[in-house]
């Protein structure tokens, strides 16, 4: 993770909560928000359940798949161009 942030080793009170995204609010008075997002985005989908940085598993499985359309497009654009 970026700089000396790190995401707990152990639960936080947004892992003991289940997968109910209402507990995502509790996600955004952390100050690990941001860190927190970026790392369980490059996790892998099936190792990883739960609330982490205000996202679910499926939206993290949403924004996954966005982010792959977003490259595929920008890469055929790049192949238009050489």
Same mark, same amino acid.
């Given at each position: 993770? /970026?700089?000396? =942030?790190?995401?707990?080793?152990?639960?936080?009170?947004?892992?003991? +909560? !289940? %997968?109910? /995204?209402? &507990?995502?609010?509790?996600? &955004? *008075?952390?100050?690990?928000?941001?860190?927190? +997002?970026?790392?369980?985005? #490059? %996790?892998? *989908?099936? @190792?990883?359940? !739960?609330?982490? !940085?205000?996202?679910?598993?499926? !939206? +993290? @499985? =949403?924004? @996954? $798949? +966005?982010? @792959? $359309?977003?490259?595929?497009?920008?890469?055929?654009?790049?192949?238009? #161009?050489?």
């Amino acid at each position: 993770m /970026p700089g000396n =942030h790190r995401v707990p080793a152990t639960p936080g009170r947004c892992r003991t +909560r !289940g %997968q109910d /995204p209402s &507990f995502v609010s509790v996600c &955004f *008075a952390c100050p690990l928000l941001n860190p927190c +997002r970026a790392w369980a985005l #490059d %996790q892998p *989908a099936q @190792r990883l359940h !739960g609330i982490w !940085g205000a996202t679910t598993h499926p !939206g +993290r @499985r =949403h924004l @996954r $798949k +966005r982010h @792959r $359309k977003a490259n595929q497009t920008a890469a055929a654009g790049d192949a238009l #161009d050489a």
